[in-house]
């Protein structure tokens, strides 16, 4: 089974950029859908973006889109997830997953079978 670690996260300001890192232990990587979620404090995991296996096909949740950008390489078996104009309520951990699951259910956790240990942001005001 392919394994997740994250990095890339940090303390960061309003309005400023940070990209997050998602290395898998195996070439495997190539072969699974990849996404992000986050949990905040209190709340439940939500959905943040995700890439289909080859990379081809995008979807983000409407509170990111336009300010997140999610990218696949295969070459390097990482997964990426651009952050720009980071705002306090994007604090969370965030992790990412790994799956076989159909294009229509990338937006669901619980079609994603490998998780990361998570990495934590902070946006401060």
């Known amino acids: 089974q392919v394994q997740l670690v994250e990095s890339g996260g940090g303390l960061v300001q309003t309005g400023d950029s940070l990209t997050l890192s998602c290395a898998a232990s195996?070439?495997?990587?190539?072969?699974?859908?990849m996404g992000w979620f986050r949990q905040a404090p209190g709340k439940e995991r939500e959905f943040v973006a995700a890439?289909?296996?080859?990379?081809?096909?995008?979807a983000y949740a409407d509170s990111v889109k336009g300010r997140f950008t999610i990218s696949k390489d295969n070459t390097k078996n990482t997964l990426y997830l651009h952050m720009n104009d980071l705002k306090p309520e994007d604090t969370a951990v965030y992790y990412c997953?790994?799956?076989?699951?159909?294009?229509?259910?990338?937006?669901?956790?619980?079609?994603?079978?490998?998780w990361g240990q998570g990495t934590q942001v902070a946006v401060s005001s």
């Open positions: 997953a790994a799956g076989v699951q159909s294009p229509l259910t990338l937006t669901t956790a619980a079609r994603y079978a490998y």
């Open positions: 195996d070439n495997t990587f190539a072969n699974y859908n």
């Open positions: 890439v289909t296996w080859l990379g081809s096909n995008t």
